[in-house]
């Protein structure tokens, strides 16, 4: 159980860390979020400011205790994030060196996604 506890924080830490340096880039600068989202991508103004917001309270849905169905719900939201950002960089014809490193992205939220389920199945065993 002590490596499945280690190994879970080390990934959902990074996801977190990756979701809110996301969410807060778009805050901190807001005119360069604006034109990555609207005029390259497509998508309208609203957009990057609800993601920003969705992304936070994700992650506090994450690493706080409890809340089974909430955590899910998040894990959710971030596996569309991710696979429709790839998605999105692909479509308008962005070069693969730009959108390539997205995978490692995805990669990571899978390990942290695992290794949620693991903690779960763990927890569950020792209280029977």
Do not use: C
């Not at 409890?66 to 894990?75: H, I, P, S, T």
């Not at 962005?94 to 290794?115: E, G, R």
């Amino acid at each position: 159980m002590k490596k499945i506890n280690i190994l879970f924080w080390v990934f959902n830490g990074l996801l977190a860390a990756l979701m809110l340096f996301s969410a807060i880039s778009g805050f901190l600068n807001p005119e360069a979020a604006k034109e990555i989202v609207t005029k390259h991508l497509g998508y309208p103004e609203y957009f990057g400011a609800s993601l920003s917001v969705a992304k936070i309270l994700g992650v506090i849905a994450i690493l706080i205790p409890g809340f089974a169905r909430l955590k899910e719900w998040a894990y959710a939201g971030f596996a569309f994030d991710l696979i429709w950002a790839t998605y999105s960089s692909i479509s308008v014809g962005d070069p693969a060196k730009q959108w390539s490193f997205m995978f490692v992205f995805i990669i990571l939220f899978a390990l942290a996604y695992i290794y949620h389920l693991k903690k779960q199945k763990a927890a569950a065993g020792s209280t029977k």
